[in-house]
């Protein structure tokens, strides 16, 4: 499955909170943190919609899944 490397490079601050709530949707919580997210519809919805803060690029890295779920399924 392909998966896509996205980077926040601007800052939240001074953005509305739905933009900062897609980002937390994505996992960027902080400027230069990179997350590898699968390559789908709502995965591309959501970096459209937050585009002039990310950059992201394809890569072939695994999609490893995060939050307080997955390690919690981890266990």
């Known amino acids: 499955m392909a998966a896509l490397k996205v980077t926040l490079v601007r800052s939240m601050s001074g953005h509305t909170v739905r933009h900062r709530a897609t980002l937390t949707g ?5 400027v230069g943190k990179t997350r590898i997210l699968p390559d789908t519809k709502a995965t591309r919805g959501m970096i459209d919609q937050v585009g002039f803060l990310v950059k992201w690029e394809p ?17």
């Open 59 to 75: 890569t072939d890295q695994p999609f490893v899944p995060f939050g307080k779920r997955a390690q919690a399924a981890k266990k």
């Open 26 to 30: 994505l996992g960027l919580t902080r």
